[in-house]
């Protein structure tokens, strides 16, 4: 009979013990598979759809820090900057050694100018991160937001030299060489670049951007024609293939991708500008003088500095 008894109890934990272990792993999978289709909706870009996935993953299980990192990354790219560090927060709550959140805590607070708050993270990645070639590019990022951009290039090549294939290290060298006017040491790390991701939409036109800066328009149009094949609605992409146009003489083309340009952005001074020019070299003064009269409009100073830099040339 006592035998009879512990064998029942037996069965009993058993079934108990099969209810809750099925029932753990049936919410695990639901969570995951919430997840993966909120990655799905995240990779085509639809992130209020990503958002609600990621939420539900969450729901059914809150301790998994990558939920909550997808999270923040949709909120961060809708500009939902709160959001975003809020989720981001949670995520080095429950591991603090996601780096990526921290990058982008940081690159937040930089995109906010809020430059104190922006070196606090990238200090913790500078002092925490394993590996050696991303302390030397937080150090960079810390450099370059103090303005320091010689000491930035040191510390971004410093990482490319631990590590040769850093795109990101790539990239940021290349912005700044950039942003200094040294147009052919821009080419030369975007192309590096280029050859790890050859169909990446940034250097693509960074890359286009610095070939037209350089007058090199053909190389320009190359580049550029590739981005605009990876993204039809970039501005930057069509404002600079109007450019490198029209440094080919092709003034029909100029004015096409400038006017596809001003439909992305239809308050710009510069694209406005850039369309009266075109406009008026082909002899459309009355049309061209609309397009001068909005670019006044919109910024009388930077119409005022063209003027200056067209008469000086």
């Known amino acids: 009979m006592r035998h009879i008894h512990i064998k029942i109890v037996l069965t009993v934990l058993i079934v108990v013990l099969t209810f809750l272990s099925s029932d753990v792993f049936a919410s695990q999978v639901s969570s995951k598979t919430y997840y993966l289709r909120g990655n799905k909706y995240f990779q085509r870009k639809k992130y209020d759809k990503a958002i609600e996935r990621y939420q539900k993953a969450i729901s059914i299980n809150p301790k998994v820090a990558g939920y909550y990192f997808k999270l923040a990354e949709s909120y961060k790219f809708k500009g939902l900057y709160e959001e975003a560090i809020e989720n981001y927060n949670k995520t080095v709550g429950l ?62 090549k410093e990482a490319i030299r631990h590590k040769s294939g850093y795109i990101e290290a790539l990239c940021s060298v290349a912005s700044i060489y950039a942003k200094r006017g040294e147009y052919k040491k821009a080419v030369n790390y975007n192309l590096r670049a280029k050859k790890l991701r050859p169909y990446s939409e940034d250097i693509l036109v960074n890359l286009g951007i610095a070939y037209t800066e350089l007058k090199k328009f053909d190389k320009a149009l190359k580049v550029l024609l590739v981005a605009l094949r990876v993204n039809p609605f970039n501005e930057k992409t ?67 500095k063209q003027m200056q830099e067209i008469g000086g040339e």
């Open 238 to 304: 069509r404002f600079y293939l109007g450019r490198a146009y029209y440094g080919t003489g092709n003034l029909e083309q100029a004015i096409k991708q400038t006017k596809e340009a001003l439909k992305a952005n239809p308050d710009s001074p510069r694209i406005h500008f850039s369309l009266g020019l075109y406009y008026e070299k082909v002899g459309w003064s009355d049309m061209a003088a609309v397009e001068y009269q909005e670019a006044m409009r919109l910024d009388r100073d930077y119409v005022k």
């Open 95 to 156: 591991n603090p050694r996601y780096y990526s959140a921290y990058a982008n805590m940081g690159d937040i607070f930089c995109k906010r100018q809020e430059y104190e708050r922006a070196i606090e993270y990238y200090k913790i990645l500078a002092e925490k991160s394993p590996k050696e070639s991303q302390v030397h590019f937080y150090r960079g990022r810390i450099c370059a937001v103090k303005d320091d951009t010689d000491g930035a290039i040191a510390e971004y």
